[in-house]
């Protein structure tokens, strides 16, 4: 058996899964035809198969949606360099409620087989503590903030719980920090095989993302982070994610270098307005820019509603959080945001709805 592939004390649902049997596990959630289930059974298939590498699909949350190549290798070593950063030990429970498409859910898997960890299995939801009732509590857990924010009810269930792929809102991340559950925000993407960077989540506010064991961090010409991880990733992976570096192991989030609006001259970045705007609105809602002949771009918020919302412009100018220029000249209004697959809002895409919808 190889070792590096799956760890003698791995588990699915608290039942033992030797090398031998593992295939007829896999075929086994391919043969129940529920497509959750199977993306599980074909990706341990491709783990277990001769090539080094697996095909992996990218969300296209901001562009479109390709499969990049991944070595086994650099895939086990994330899941090492994470077990070694919590602590997880063999025998240790954890909760996959991810679709396994996407490299989220993979590494879950990843980890519970190479790190020997018993590895319960629900359908991805907005609620997957609600499936699950036994074990109690998992040592180990990854959502998507949506589902975070539908899950504070059972979220104490998680000893370690990681989130990442959107923002986490602040109101959200304010319960959190009160909770016996150890909350982490992760930076992270397909190419770098999820986080390489991690933040607890604590009453302290702008705490910065701090850098995985032998991750390093710099800026190319436009600002944009920059990957060293030889661990997982043969060539630096250069980013279009802006930040500002604090040092080569840390860094605060800014925002997309393709989000950036220009306005008037002044550059703004929409994922850090968002942030100050969470905790005063209910709705799912993004920062765009609009084209504005005098200013180029005009900064607009748009909110998932329909017109009826008590929200309007004077509310905007009693957020004191906001700068003069952060401050959106316009609503608009959309029933249903446009996302992908797996939940993730496309700006652009949702901006020309947007606009069509007034």
């Not at 998507?144 to 109101?171: F, H």
Request: net charge negative.
């Amino acid at each position: 058996m190889p070792d590096i592939m799956v760890h003698p004390n791995f588990k699915i649902d608290g039942k033992l899964v030797s090398w031998d049997g593992i295939s007829e596990i896999a075929q086994s959630f391919l043969k129940e035809g529920v497509p959750f289930k199977e993306s599980i059974g074909r990706f341990i298939l491709d783990w277990i198969s001769p090539d080094d590498h697996i095909h992996v699909q990218t969300s296209g949350s901001t562009g479109n949606p390709k499969k990049i190549s991944l070595l086994k290798k650099h895939m086990r070593n994330s899941a090492l360099a994470t077990g070694a950063y919590f602590n997880l030990q063999p025998g240790d429970t954890c909760l996959l409620c991810l679709p396994c498409d996407y490299i989220a859910g993979k590494m879950m898997l990843v980890r519970a087989l190479v790190l020997g960890l018993d590895i319960y299995i629900a359908q991805p939801s907005t609620t997957p503590l609600k499936q699950i009732h036994t074990p109690a509590k998992f040592r180990f857990c990854a959502m998507v903030p949506m589902q975070v924010q539908a899950s504070l009810d059972d979220i104490e269930r998680i000893d370690t719980l990681i989130t990442g792929g959107a923002a986490l809102p602040k109101e959200t991340a304010s319960i959190l920090a009160q909770m016996r559950t150890k909350c982490f925000e992760t930076y992270g993407m397909t190419e770098t095989i999820t986080h390489v960077a991690i933040k607890e989540i604590t009453e302290e506010s702008d705490q910065p993302f701090r850098a995985l064991p032998n991750v390093y961090f710099s800026l190319d010409e436009r600002e944009c982070l920059v990957v060293k991880a030889p661990g997982i990733a043969s060539e630096n992976i250069v980013t279009n994610d802006r930040v500002a570096l604090l040092s080569d192991s840390a860094f605060i989030w800014l925002g997309r270098h393709d989000n950036v609006i220009n306005s008037g001259g002044v550059k703004l970045f929409p994922e850090s307005i968002e942030e100050k705007l969470s905790a005063f609105m209910e709705n799912p809602f993004i920062i765009a820019g609009m084209p504005d002949e005098r200013l180029g771009q005009k900064l607009v918020l748009i909110i998932e509603s329909d017109s009826l919302s008590t929200w309007h412009l004077p509310n905007l100018h009693e957020i004191n959080s906001l700068e003069p220029f952060e401050r959106p000249k316009d609503i608009l209004y959309l029933p249903t945001f446009i996302r992908t697959k797996n939940g993730k809002i496309q700006r652009e895409l949702t901006l020309q709805k947007a606009i069509i919808n007034q």
